[in-house]
């Protein structure tokens, strides 16, 4: 089953606005990452957040966390139309060592 | 260091056919992951090998999927018999010891007609 519900599904932006997506999750977790995927391709690792930290940076990247309210989201600044893919946030817990993946957000810059 | 290859990348069969997919990991990664991902949905877990033996296969269809890692390095995934759900892009993943992200391959997109 989907652990997290990301929000929205789709997005459409130009080229140089930023894109904010969110992702919801239900359980307690070590850590939150996101993933990108490009049209046909496999998931490319983007950044990796852990429970105890509130925001991080990478580049054009942003992403916070709220465990009170089970919650992460992704910031890109100064979006480009290589951005264009699908973001998928998600949980890592148990000692297993096990990602739950969201549905992912599509998102679609306009050059 | 070269990433995780999967083939064939695509493969197209009628159901109730069989079909196994490869998957050669990093180097030195010693668990491996397999995923299916229907269109529009976010990868979900088949099964996890940690070197050659299996971590959890909790969701893994076992009346028709299975897998193995039989050397601790590469794994295949098989169908037998496919049906049309079966249709998704079957992922790949492997993880070092010491970290949590996953690398992924490029997917095998399987069609059942």
């Known amino acids: 089953s989907q652990q997290g519900e990301e929000d929205p599904q789709a997005l459409s932006i130009q080229e140089g606005e930023n894109a904010t997506m969110n992702c919801s999750y239900k359980?307690?977790?070590?850590?939150l990452q996101w993933y990108r995927q490009n049209s046909g391709r496999g998931l490319v690792h983007l950044i990796l957040?852990?429970?105890?930290?509130r925001e991080k940076h990478s580049g054009r990247l942003r992403v916070t966390l709220d465990t009170s309210k089970k919650s992460s989201s992704l910031l890109i600044t100064a979006s480009r139309a290589a951005d264009t893919a699908s973001y998928f946030c998600?949980?890592?817990?148990?000692?297993?060592?096990?990602?739950?993946f969201g549905s992912g957000t599509q998102l679609t810059v306009l050059p | 260091e070269a990433g995780v290859a999967q083939s064939p990348r695509y493969k197209i069969i009628e159901k109730r056919q069989s079909v196994a997919f490869w998957c050669n990991p990093i180097?030195?990664?010693?668990?491996l992951y397999w995923y299916q991902q229907i269109l529009g949905q976010g990868p979900k877990l088949l099964i996890q090998?940690?070197?050659?033996?299996?971590?959890?296969d909790s969701q893994l269809p076992k009346d028709r999927f299975s897998a193995e890692r039989l050397k601790g390095v590469d794994s295949t995934l098989k169908i037998q018999p496919a049906k049309l759900e079966d249709s998704a892009v079957y992922l790949c993943?492997?993880?070092?010891?010491?970290?949590?992200?996953?690398?992924f391959g490029p997917g095998t997109r399987l069609t059942v007609l």
């Open positions: 957040i852990r429970s105890n930290e």
């Open positions: 180097s030195g990664h010693a668990t």
């Open positions: 359980t307690s977790i070590n850590n």
């Open positions: 090998f940690q070197n050659n033996g299996v971590v959890d």
């Open positions: 993943a492997s993880r070092r010891d010491t970290g949590d992200t996953q690398y």
């Open positions: 998600a949980t890592l817990s148990g000692s297993a060592r096990q990602l739950t």
